[in-house]
């Protein structure tokens, strides 16, 4: 497995690479790496017949310096894993290397940055745009890979994609969860006793709200939700939101032809954790 620290020097390689006709897929991460991580690769490997990987930590992406600090950090182990599943690049370029100057570029979604976690985590969208933005100039990949957990993201980094980068595919993959349902995150690790025994609290909420759509009102469903939630004494909801799946506005009146997702953020402890699940799949 190739390791890369250099944006040119990937991006010479890369260019050779699909010269000579091959495809690349591309699976952008911040490390820490877990099975769902690799399950973007391992797609990404069926699909291409070359997949690169990175590991950044991106700061501009982070509204709160605790959490970047405190973001786990697993270089050696996620290069083991990498190299395990069959990955053949990575690239992990330092702070100065990813931004050489003062970053400057503002992106406007419309409403897809301004809903859910836009109102919680002010720039967080801008810092995703500018990074995956870059490494999608550096890589020029046939197709990148993000997880549906990240549901919001996936939806700003498509529409980034289609306006900035039409020669890539962006594709969603499914989430990789622990079998009590938590779904897997790299911030998992932060999680005290007791806060982790809580945590699929949040998926067993989104699943009774999923079952309740659309018989009961979507008031009372959030309700509901809000109150079952409360009844774990480590979580603390910050919202939930039942949403048109492509325009992520709040839905007034269920409409049985579009795709809905129930999305969500709570605090289990000091850790801020997400999750949605499709309400009509
Ligand atoms: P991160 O390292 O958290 O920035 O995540 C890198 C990529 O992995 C993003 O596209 C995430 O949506 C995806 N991802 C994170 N957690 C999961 C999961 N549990 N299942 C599937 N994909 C995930």
Redesign the pocket.
């Known amino acids: 497995m190739l390791v890369f620290e250099r944006k040119n020097q990937l991006s010479d390689w890369a260019r050779q690479e699909k010269s000579t006709g091959r495809t690349i897929g591309f699976?952008?991460?911040?490390?820490?790496l877990?099975r769902?991580?690799l399950?973007?690769v391992s797609r990404a490997g069926m699909d291409n017949d070359l997949v690169i990987c990175s590991i950044f930590v991106n700061p501009i992406q982070f509204n709160n310096p605790q959490d970047l600090k405190k973001y786990p950090r697993t270089p050696e182990r996620d290069l083991r894993l990498l190299r395990e599943a069959g990955c053949t690049a990575v690239f992990c370029p330092s702070g100065t290397e990813m931004y050489p100057g003062p970053v400057t570029t503002t992106y406007d979604f419309g409403q897809l940055d301004k809903v859910m976690e836009g109102r919680f985590r002010e720039g967080h969208f801008n810092g995703v745009a500018i990074v995956v933005n870059e490494l999608l100039d550096v890589v020029g990949p046939d197709r990148a890979?993000?997880?549906?957990?990240?549901f919001q993201?996936?939806q700003i980094v498509k529409a980034l994609a289609r306006k900035e980068h039409p020669g890539t595919e962006i594709i969603g993959?499914?989430?990789?969860?622990e079998d009590d349902g938590l779904?897997?995150?790299?911030r998992n690790a932060r999680l005290s006793e007791q806060a982790r025994r809580e945590a699929p609290c949040i998926y067993r909420a989104l699943q009774m709200a999923r079952d309740s759509y659309p018989h009961t009102p979507i008031g009372e469903i959030k309700k509901q939700l809000a109150r079952y939630i409360e009844t774990s004494p480590q979580l603390k909801l910050e919202y939930f939101d039942i949403v048109w799946a492509d325009s992520l506005m709040p839905v007034e009146r269920p409409d049985p032809s579009r795709q809905v997702v129930g999305c969500i953020a709570a605090y289990a402890g000091k850790v801020r954790l997400i999750d949605n699940l499709a309400f009509n799949s």
């Open positions: 699976v952008p991460t911040m490390g820490a877990h769902g991580h399950s973007l890979y993000f997880g549906q957990k990240d993201q996936l993959c499914p989430t990789v969860s779904a897997l995150s790299s």
